[in-house]
């Protein structure tokens, strides 16, 4: 006589079994970076458009009305976006990458996350390929900063996108501290929380999330989060 059997229902406790495994992660990872805080470099630790505007005004190139509005190198100096982007990558890969200024008051701030109340950093910048422009970024970061703050430094290629850069820290709840919208919204959706530090060219930015003008209101958001 034939028993038609009940087929095996394990598939709610593998799902089960699984979700827990997800969550076990998730939580492994957000430990991990508690206390890190991802931050791009130029425009939000480091005063990159004063140094470069030096440079080019050396190179007898002038601004033009309202450039301080204007994020598009190109628009601010009334010069083709062929000829910027040529112009901006022999700028991050010459000795001058290695002495920009702080930007406002950031080095104040830094350290004291970083001091008091043990924070690190990892900064992702889209400087340039070049090893030596990594070493000089390095330099200039741990002379501003001084040679704990940063854990890890990321290089990406000139101008690059930092998506891929960003998904390895998807999950983590990190903060993830910005000055341009595209990048800042690209780590919304990894899961982590942007800061955009404002200037001329994004203070009028619609974002879901805050807009800084300076390092102690990033210090203010993070400790009392």
């Known amino acids: 006589m034939y028993v038609l059997r009940q087929p095996k229902r394990y598939s709610n406790t593998v799902s089960k079994v699984a979700d827990d495994n997800i969550d076990r992660k998730m939580k492994m990872k957000y ?14 630790l480091l005063d990159w458009e004063w140094a470069f505007n030096c440079w080019m005004t050396q190179h007898g190139f002038e601004t033009t009305e309202g450039y301080q509005f204007k994020y598009d190198m190109a628009e601010r100096y009334g010069i083709t976006k062929e000829q910027v982007k040529k112009l901006i990558k022999q700028f991050n890969e010459s000795a001058a ?12 701030w830094v350290k004291r996350l970083h001091e ?4 690190t950093f990892i900064c992702i910048t889209s400087l340039s390929l070049d090893e030596n422009a990594y070493k000089l970024r390095e330099m200039n970061l741990q002379k501003m900063f001084g040679k704990t703050a940063f854990s890890k430094l990321v290089c990406l290629d000139t101008g690059a996108d930092k998506d891929e850069a960003l998904s390895k820290y998807a999950g983590s709840n990190c903060y993830w501290l910005e000055d341009k919208p ?10 982590l929380r942007p800061i955009l530090m ?12 805050p807009i800084v003008k300076n390092w102690l209101e990033v210090y203010k958001t993070v400790t009392q989060s």
């Open 31 to 44: 430990n991990k970076y508690e206390k890190t805080i991802l931050t791009d470099c130029d425009g939000v």
């Open 97 to 108: 990458i290695g002495f920009l200024p702080v930007l406002r008051d950031a080095m104040y």
């Open 116 to 119: 008091q109340h043990g924070y």
């Open 182 to 191: 595209e990048n800042a919204t690209a780590g919304l959706r990894f899961g």
């Open 198 to 209: 404002e200037h001329g060219h994004n203070m009028d930015a619609d974002v879901d999330y």
